[in-house]
């Protein structure tokens, strides 16, 4: 019996002189999708509403005090929000597919 060549596992199939195609602008810009969009106008609103919202504002809380700025004041309650929203949600699925 004769043994074949063992095979490499990803057959290049003549590629291995090739080089890789260059992308133009236009194949870039055709890549961009509606999330990517989307995505940097978030960021830019963000920017923009940090840079508008930097007084000091005194918080007072279960006895303790503090001075935060506004938008880090109202970006950990977003957060805060967000965080009980998930938690409301998910109990409620939960609540929803147990037996009774």
């Known amino acids: 019996m004769s043994e074949s060549e063992?095979?490499?596992p990803f057959d290049h199939q003549g590629t291995e002189g090739a080089e890789p195609k260059s992308r133009s602008f236009t194949?870039?810009?055709?890549?961009?999708?509606a999330?990517?969009?989307l995505g940097a106008l978030a960021a830019v609103a963000l920017i923009v509403f940090i840079a508008q919202n930097?007084?000091?504002?005194?918080?007072?809380f279960l006895g303790w005090?503090?001075?935060?700025?506004?938008?880090?004041?109202l970006l950990i309650t977003?957060?805060?929000s967000v965080v009980c929203a998930e938690i409301?949600?998910?109990y409620?699925?939960?609540?929803?597919?147990?037996?009774r």
Do not use: C, E, H, K
Request: net charge positive; aromatic share 6%.
């Open 54 to 60: 930097t007084d000091d504002v005194r918080v007072n």
């Open 27 to 33: 194949d870039l810009l055709r890549q961009i999708n």
């Open 6 to 8: 063992p095979r490499p």
């Open 35 to 37: 999330r990517m969009v």
């Open 88 to 90: 409301a949600s998910w």
């Open 78 to 80: 977003i957060a805060l």
């Open 92 to 99: 409620m699925g939960r609540r929803r597919r147990s037996p």
């Open 65 to 73: 005090d503090w001075d935060l700025p506004l938008f880090l004041l």
